[in-house]
């Protein structure tokens, strides 16, 4: 790592990652909020995390109405239903 100049308001912070202890503007947070290098240890976070949502079709009978039949079944008779 080159020396940068001195720059007002400029901190080291050291990598959660590696360890390694850079200048604040070389560092960025990752998705998890730790402070890592920019360069090589910052990774994106995996798409299989965040599920695209399939909006459901709404989807029923155009008109429902109950069966009718001509006579009440008793629980006994199955062959009429």
Not at 14 to 40: F, P
Request: aromatic share 8%; with cysteine; hydrophobic share 30%.
């Amino acid at each position: 790592m080159a020396r940068k100049p001195y720059v007002r308001g400029e901190y080291k912070v050291m990598c959660d990652i590696c360890g390694s202890v850079r200048y604040a503007s070389q560092t960025s947070l990752n998705w998890k909020g730790e402070r890592v290098c920019t360069d090589t240890c910052l990774e994106p976070r995996n798409p299989q995390e965040m599920p695209i949502k399939v909006p459901v079709e709404k989807r029923g009978v155009p008109n429902p109405r109950p069966w009718k039949l001509a006579e009440k079944p008793s629980l006994t008779d199955w062959e009429k239903l």
